[in-house]
């Protein structure tokens, strides 16, 4: 019989089908309430995704199928497991973990972020991952103080 005929798993079909693992961050996996939800719900979503593909009988198409989102479910896995949810902040004091906080920076734009997970970050869509360089800077500070970010100052408006 032909090679052609005969389907046969090769290493490369199955090299090229291993993606690596997303990289995890060293910093520690502070979450918000909404973030461990949306951890879960991607968890999940990447548990069915695998479990689809699965059915799959083609072996090379389902190592195809099941590539993404099986990096994605050790992924979600790890995240959700080593989440620490922390709670809202007691007061608008001081910016925190969870704040929503107002700057207006020297060129006049004013911006507002809120400080949250690194899973949950989103600058788009207004909130920065609290290990970030401006989150780091205003964490701790209150209305009216002023940090440097670069050759830029920001002063803090409103904490929320």
Do not use: C, W
């Not at 389902?62 to 099986?70: E, F, I, S, V, Y």
């Amino acid at each position: 019989m032909s090679v052609a005929f005969v389907k046969e798993e090769s290493a490369e079909t199955a090299a090229e089908t291993q993606l690596p693992d997303r990289p995890v961050s060293p910093h520690p996996n502070l979450v918000t309430e909404v973030g461990l939800k949306a951890l879960e719900r991607q968890l999940k979503e990447a548990r069915e995704a695998v479990d689809a593909a699965s059915t799959i009988e083609d072996v090379n198409e389902r190592r195809r199928q099941t590539a993404g989102p099986g990096r994605d479910l050790r992924y979600f896995s790890e995240r959700l497991h080593t989440a620490q949810l922390v709670p809202p902040p007691a007061s608008n004091e001081v910016v925190a973990f969870g704040s929503t906080v107002t700057f207006n920076r020297d060129d006049g734009r004013v911006q507002t972020y809120r400080i949250v997970g690194e899973d949950e970050a989103d600058p788009r869509a207004g909130s920065i991952s609290y290990v970030s360089p401006v989150a780091r800077l205003l964490m701790g500070k209150a209305v009216g103080d002023v940090v440097t970010v670069g050759e830029q100052e920001l002063e803090i408006e409103k904490i929320v």
